[in-house]
């Protein structure tokens, strides 16, 4: 399920009016009415409020004259923007549809009713009598919002009275139908307040779900009380150390309590780093960290970077960073492709015994790339805090984040390199699933337990082993029209080493990663390859043969029309390989003597994600032939097809050559893409599939049991998972 949810949209691609709502936790509400990109306000992270499978109530304003817009959510105001322009007139006279983009057919995944359009701005009284409709006598309103997550331990509730409500009892606790069925001889009942706000006195448990109820009482109205609705929230599983929210501009900067190089003589400066313009993880700042260890400036800093806090200047106000059993140090970090990552990255404690007790870890302790700091993402770093050795950390006195090499003076040091790395969310948990670094053998799934969802991926494997694919014989070069064997490791270029140049270039979001074949691959995540063409690629249009193959490594369960090699436009393509969800690799080709059909074969064969396959398509100007792992899944006579080709169409490797956007785009690995204007013999796809040996090992992480010959997945396996049923293993243990 997406994020994009759309409840109405009119106008064309430069001036619309629309709002949509989220389909998934933490995602945003969109609200836009006008053709300027000021027309634009996002309440960010509404889908923790907004949650789905209830139904919610939201209201979408445009001041024009006031230049104000808002947004509304069950009645309360939640999000508003000033300095927005007059430009709805354009927005007239074009396409307008409820439940849908403007130039789609659908585009809402859920239930709507009572939907309505005004042309004057509603107050605040008129909108929260549309939600809470014939029904005042009620209490609504509540903050918490009703299915709120990452809620704060020490929060204090609060709820807008019923208009006839005098006081207001308060029930609270863990179990719904406790809450909801309590009176006041109930332990869930929590006493009868006044004030319309209820602090629990205690600090929440930490990824617990409480529910709460408020009946208002007026005991000189016979309707009295008013039994509540049943509201809920999740407390989070984490205790925020810093998230930068409470920061600003004027008068309370970052760095007057964060320290940096203008107070301790290093190359760091702190900034506030503010959505939209900079990267933010939650909430709407971060804090954007600029380091120099080359004194740029030539103030005589030090040749590395440190930033430094003491933890009771920050929003967690404790030195007892032992609390509620948390585990884990985690900071989310966002980086940039000129960082310098030659500049270690690492973190820092000191207890109240001062600089004598500081320890430090360093990013790539647990096998992390110091890389990280250049990719345009937010990244998650987990630090156990036993790793900082010595300190206590019950007195924790100051955190500490550098880069470099801490201590190197200038002068008589080495200068290095510069950057920008924005960090926000700074956070301690309690053990948690980190599965990359622990979990269950047989948890298949990286929930780090072991349910019924790794029978489950079990099952989808069932019976896969050990496969002969002899004999096999090497393919020769002849008629090899392009080979991308990935070797470069960095830049952007990809070559083709078969002699003819067709050189690719890598755009958008991809990265290079070690390899199946040889020592480098590539790994895209709406990235793609193009190979243009515009007259200079002849040997890629090939007319009666064709044979196409790549190693692919599916970074999760495949999606729908996943293109991994294909030549030419759309409903022009000369050839191509695409890893479709339900049919798993599709092999395709277009007849230029009717291209409007085109000419596909499934394999029907459901490819599993986290593991290197080999596939191949091959067209011998009579069979179209599928394969996967060296195996001939499926194969189908066409008789003679001349194949469409267009000399101004380029190829795409991880997408389609003419497509905008990343749509349709590979989600994983790449490597050794080869195309021929010949069909390879099975035996020839064999001995690439199998590296030359005939054979294709089983590599699935579901084959447990070892010493079968062949490896297969069956009931020892089963047994195996069996034993370790509803284990569940956290990191750190």
Request: hydrophobic share 35%.
């Amino acid at each position: 399920m997406g994020t994009e949810n759309w409840v109405f949209s009119a106008g064309d691609d430069s001036n619309n009016v629309w709002a949509m709502v989220p389909t998934t936790d933490k995602a945003n509400i969109e609200w836009r009415a006008g053709n300027d990109t000021n027309d634009v306000l996002v309440w960010r992270g509404a889908g923790s409020s907004a949650d789905t499978g209830d139904w919610h109530h939201f209201a979408f304003l445009k001041d024009e004259p006031a230049g104000i817009m808002s947004i509304y959510f069950d009645g309360l105001p939640v999000e508003s923007k000033t300095g927005v322009c007059q430009t709805l007139q354009y927005v007239g006279n074009r396409w307008f549809k409820i439940g849908a983009r403007w130039d789609m057919s659908d585009g809402i995944n859920g239930k709507m009713d009572d939907l309505r359009f005004y042309d004057r701005v509603l107050s605040d009284t008129e909108i929260a009598q549309l939600f809470r409709g014939e029904d005042l006598g009620k209490a609504w309103g509540p903050k918490p919002f009703n299915g709120a997550v990452e809620v704060d331990r020490e929060v204090t509730l609060t709820w807008r009275p019923g208009d006839y409500a005098v006081s207001h009892d308060v029930y609270f606790g863990t179990d719904a139908d406790d809450v909801n069925d309590a009176n006041t001889n109930d332990g869930e009942y929590k006493g009868n307040h006044e004030p319309n706000e209820y602090d629990p006195g205690f600090s929440l448990d930490m990824g617990t779900t409480y529910y709460w109820r408020i009946d208002e009482v007026n005991e000189s109205d016979g309707n009295s009380p008013w039994k509540g609705d049943l509201w809920q929230f999740t407390v989070a599983d984490y205790i925020v150390i810093d998230d930068m929210e409470t920061y600003n501009k004027t008068t309370d900067r970052i760095y007057y309590t964060w320290d940096d190089g203008f107070v301790n003589d290093t190359g760091s400066e702190v900034l506030l780093g503010i959505e939209p313009v900079d990267p933010v993880h939650g909430g709407k700042q971060s804090m954007e960290y600029l380091y120099d260890n080359a004194d740029g400036k030539g103030w005589g800093l030090d040749y590395y970077s440190e930033v430094s806090v003491d933890p009771l200047d920050l929003p967690i106000n404790s030195r007892d960073w032992t609390q509620a059993g948390v585990k884990i140090l985690t900071l989310f970090f966002y980086g940039q492709p000129d960082n310098d990552a030659n500049e270690q990255m690492y973190v820092g404690l000191e207890d109240t015994r001062g600089g004598a007790s500081y320890a430090q870890v360093n990013y790539g302790l647990y096998g992390e790339d110091n890389n990280d700091i250049r990719e345009e993402q937010w990244h998650t770093w987990d630090v156990s805090l036993a790793d900082f050795t010595g300190v206590i950390l019950g007195d924790v006195s100051r955190l500490y984040i550098g880069f470099g090499i801490r201590g190197n003076p200038n002068p008589g040091g080495t200068p290095g390199g510069n950057g920008t790395v924005y960090f926000d969310d700074i956070r301690l948990y309690r053990p948690k699933c980190v599965p990359w670094r622990l979990k269950p053998a047989a948890d298949f799934t990286d929930d780090c337990i072991v349910n019924l969802a790794d029978v489950g991926e079990m099952a989808e494997q069932w019976l896969r082993r050990d496969v002969n694919v002899a004999p096999v014989t090497p393919p020769s070069d002849a008629n090899k029209v392009g080979h991308w064997t990935f070797e470069e490791g960095t830049g952007s270029t990809v070559g083709d080493t078969s002699g003819n140049n067709y050189h690719g270039t890598a755009e958008g979001d991809c990265a290079w990663v070690a390899g199946k074949v040889g020592s480098y691959a590539m790994d895209f995540d709406g990235g793609w390859v193009v190979v243009e063409d515009e007259g200079n690629t002849p040997k890629l249009r090939m007319k009666h043969y064709v044979s196409v193959m790549a190693w692919i490594y599916l970074d999760g369960p495949a999606g729908s029309d996943n293109r991994l090699v294909i030549k030419g436009e759309d409903d022009e393509e000369t050839f191509g390989l695409e890893v479709d969800g339900e049919d798993g690799l599709a092999f395709i080709f277009r007849d230029s003597n009717d291209p409007e059909n085109v000419v596909s074969i499934n394999c029907g064969y459901a490819l599993s994600p986290y593991e290197w396959i080999h596939v191949a398509g091959t067209y011998d100007h009579n069979e179209q032939t599928c394969y996967v792992s060296g195996v001939a899944e499926n194969s189908e006579t066409r008789g003679p097809i001349e194949l469409l080709t267009d000399p101004n169409d380029g190829m795409g490797i991880a997408g389609r050559y003419g497509d905008s956007g990343t749509g349709g785009r590979f989600d994983g690995l790449i490597d050794d893409v080869r195309v021929y204007d010949r069909a390879l013999s099975r035996a020839e796809i064999a001995w690439l599939a199998s590296d030359g040996t005939g054979m294709i090992l089983l590599t699935s992480e579901a084959n447990l049991f070892d010493g079968e010959d062949p490896e297969a997945i069956n009931f020892r396996d089963l047994d195996v998972l069996l034993d370790s049923w509803l284990v569940e293993r956290l990191w750190p243990e």
